[in-house]
């Protein structure tokens, strides 16, 4: 049995985005950029998705611009949207952090629950981006703080980490700018969507064919953007409940392995979190020896973020939390999704006290 508690890496295909997608893999294999039949049909299916996205992102269709994913909405944000002093927390994703830094932007730091200090926020910014929701804690910020700090600039939101759980519609309704990913809500890798809002001007980084009015260029991926919309509409469906589900589970989750295991700690437990994450810093191992031997005993988890595995130094969002270097060493990620059940708890539970038991043994 594979115990998969890795989702906010990636999480497994919705059914209904599966289904979505099959015809275009198949038998609708025109380019929606054409005039024949097949390629009108093609067009039609993005559009029908767009409306899906709009919904449930709380903008106007003609404001979803399709993306190859999470990374490229990001830097699309970050480099298209604004001219002037550009503005992050430094617990951003590295796919807003380094194009800042790039741009010779700089960062605004947190309180050691990952909150945002929205008062240190240069309210002369031009452009400032805070994620709705931590890819490694799951902590969640208040844009609307944040916009009132920053009344004039443009605000942008990766809400990839924080689609499956929070009502993007309403709390990020402050943003002009919003990233998701389809693959960490059940739809495909390579498909994502920046949310543009029509009172801002963006300069595309793709130039061809002037697909997405302009905005950016690039024959349509009408397969994963279909997928991406079911899974979408699936998810905003199923979310209250399953909001509440995954909750629950992980509550049990953490408090079993903190009852069992001394020297564990809920990373920002006081903070208001997403309901799926579960961030632990386990004394006495190390992170990857920690992930390798879940990995035998069938559990699937990671160490942080998916996009900096292999990295040697600690967590770039624990040391912005003052989290000292050794404690960030034990950092363990435990990510619940739709296909999560009690029984993954139930052997999850069984797996993570044996695996740091162990490791522990080998180090003493």
Not at 2 to 23: C, F, I, K, N, Q
Not at 260 to 266: E, F, L, W
């Amino acid at each position: 049995m594979t115990v998969y508690l890795d989702h906010a890496a990636s999480s497994p295909m919705r059914p209904e985005g599966l289904a979505a997608m099959l015809p275009f893999l198949g038998e609708r294999y025109g380019n929606p950029s054409g005039s024949h039949a097949l390629a009108r049909a093609a067009r039609a299916a993005i559009e029908d998705a767009r409306d899906v996205m709009a919904d449930a992102l709380g903008c106007a269709p003609g404001e979803v611009v399709f993306t190859s994913g999470g990374t490229e909405a990001d830097n699309l944000a970050v480099t298209g949207a604004a001219a002037g002093v550009r503005v992050c927390s430094a617990v951003e994703h590295h796919a807003v952090l380094r194009p800042v830094e790039a741009l010779g932007g700089h960062t605004v730091g947190v309180d050691d629950r990952g909150l945002v200090d929205v008062d240190a926020l240069d309210a002369t910014a031009a452009f400032v981006s805070v994620m709705l929701a931590n890819n490694e804690t799951g902590v969640v910020q208040d844009l609307d703080a944040v916009r009132a700090r920053v009344p004039g600039a443009v605000l942008h939101t990766d809400a990839v980490a924080a689609f499956c759980w929070r009502d993007i519609a309403r709390e990020a309704s402050a943003a002009d700018l919003i990233s998701v990913s389809a693959h960490k809500f059940g739809g495909p890798m390579g498909v994502g969507a920046l949310v543009v809002r029509d009172r801002v001007t963006l300069t595309p980084l793709l130039r061809g064919g002037g697909q997405e009015r302009e905005r950016r260029s690039g024959t349509h991926n009408v397969a994963g953007i279909v997928g991406m919309a079911a899974a979408a509409a699936a998810t905003v469906r199923t979310r209250a409940d399953e909001v509440a589900r995954l909750g629950a589970l992980r509550d049990r989750l953490a408090a079993g392995v903190t009852a069992a295991v001394p020297g564990v700690v809920v990373t920002a437990a006081d903070a208001p979190r997403t309901a799926g994450t579960l961030h632990l810093r386990v004394d006495g191992v190390e992170s990857e020896a920690l992930v390798f031997a879940l990995d035998e005993l069938g559990v699937c988890a990671s160490a942080g973020s998916a996009c900096a595995s292999g990295a040697l130094e600690p967590s770039h969002v624990l040391a912005a939390m003052g989290v000292d270097a050794t404690s960030a060493r034990g950092a363990l990620r435990l990510s619940l999704g739709w296909s999560t059940t009690a029984a993954d708890v139930d052997a999850a539970l069984v797996a993570i006290p044996k695996a740091i038991e162990n490791l522990r043994a080998r180090s003493s």
